[in-house]
């Protein structure tokens, strides 16, 4: 009996079981497929090369808060403050670069490291006191909305043309050096996969080479190689777009290749469990949180770059406006739980795409400001339902 036991084939995972694990993105995709194929119906300029560019530039920002904010989701928490961190360390930096003629190469880079290390406090507040972390963070978020209107001049705002810093939305990689960062960010996802492949096999799961290797690689070489044709028919890669993929790279490899990104997803399936497996649950708590106000900070470089300036609009205005709120749907949306330790890198870039496309879409028909807010909330209620409806008939209940 042991040997019959020993050489059963693993049980295969039903369709709805995948849908909750590997295939979780899949829903985003088809629904994102299909409102590119509604847009395309209701504009002839929506595929075009130079509308996709402007689609893609304008979901960066919404983007890098997004993948920030997965961060904190994912240890079951929330922050409401990245959207004033973002505003007040782009006032900030602008300031010293204005006001006291610091370079932009001193003043961006103490910006995040500001950032970081305001999220860092919020979260050793919620840990030292035991006080929930949207309170927290809300209380926070609203303190920085009034530092941001301090540091603001009589003017409410700072004219960065001229400063260097427009620098990072105006430049884009055109020709032979977008096809080399293809092939750079290709590579450097391959590495990532069979890194991952290996640790799996070496733990003695049996792996697919075609499903965990040939099919993710030939699918984002497509994808990547179809955007560098696209991107390349206008005016190349900006800047910004690959400053968000770099991040994507980075975030993916810290949550597939390292203690800490596991570490993330225990603290987020259950707290206590991973308290008593020795690890230190405030520490990671910190550590998300600091990299959700980092990020949060160089998404405010490039919305100040790309608006060529700072003001009382930076950061969403106070309460951080909609930048708030479709950053933290972008992340559900791309699938990442409110409820802790699920979610997946790519998560950011495809609830940053749906929020884009819907923004880009409805702004080309000529609709009002006030229906792309409907839309937008409707589309954060549905994505969760679906989620939860899947996992109701799967039984594979996370919350």
Excluded at 56 to 85: P, Y
């Amino acid at each position: 009996m042991a040997s019959i036991s020993a050489n059963a084939a693993p049980k295969q995972r039903t369709f709805g079981e995948l849908l909750t694990s590997d295939l979780r993105a899949l829903p985003v995709v088809i629904a994102l497929i299909a409102l590119w194929i509604f847009f395309a119906f209701q504009s002839n300029v929506f595929l075009t090369p130079r509308n996709l560019s402007n689609l893609l530039l304008q979901s960066t920002v919404v983007g890098m808060m997004a993948l920030g904010l997965m961060f904190v989701l994912l240890v079951k928490e929330i922050d409401l403050s990245v959207a004033a961190i973002h505003g007040v360390t782009a006032v900030l930096s602008a300031k010293l670069i204005v006001d006291f003629g610091v370079s932009p190469w001193i003043s961006l880079p103490a910006s995040i490291l500001i950032g970081a290390a305001i999220g860092s406090c919020s979260a050793r507040w919620v840990n030292w006191v035991g006080v929930p972390s949207f309170v927290v963070t809300l209380g926070l978020g609203l303190a920085l909305n009034g530092i941001q209107l301090l540091l603001l001049p009589a003017t409410a705002r700072y004219g960065l043309m001229g400063t260097g810093v427009e620098l990072i939305a105006q430049t884009t990689i055109s020709g032979i050096y977008a096809w080399l960062a293809w092939a750079l960010g290709i590579g450097a996802l391959g590495i990532l996969i069979l890194s991952g492949v290996r640790r799996r096999r070496n733990a003695g799961l049996e792996v697919s080479t075609n499903n965990a290797v040939v099919i993710p690689l030939f699918g984002a070489g497509l994808v990547g190689a179809v955007a560098v044709v696209v991107l390349n028919a206008n005016q190349g890669i900006p800047l910004p777009v690959l400053i968000f993929a770099v991040l994507l790279g980075l975030g993916g490899y810290i949550l597939n290749e390292t203690q800490f990104g596991l570490y993330l997803y225990a603290v987020g399936n259950n707290d206590e469990a991973a308290r008593r497996a020795g690890i230190k649950v405030p520490l990671i708590r910190m550590a998300a949180f600091a990299i959700a106000g980092g990020v949060a900070a160089i998404a405010g470089i490039v919305a100040s770059s790309r608006t060529l300036g700072v003001g009382v609009f930076s950061g969403g205005g106070v309460g951080g406006g909609t930048l708030l709120l479709e950053s933290i749907a972008a992340a559900v949306i791309g699938g990442v739980s409110l409820f802790g330790g699920r979610g997946a890198i790519h998560a950011a870039l495809l609830g940053a795409l749906v929020i884009g496309t819907v923004q880009n879409g409805l702004n080309l028909m000529g609709v009002d400001n006030e229906v792309r807010l409907i839309v937008t909330g409707l589309l954060l209620v549905l994505a969760v339902s679906i989620d939860k409806i899947i996992e109701k008939l799967t039984g594979q209940q996370t919350f």
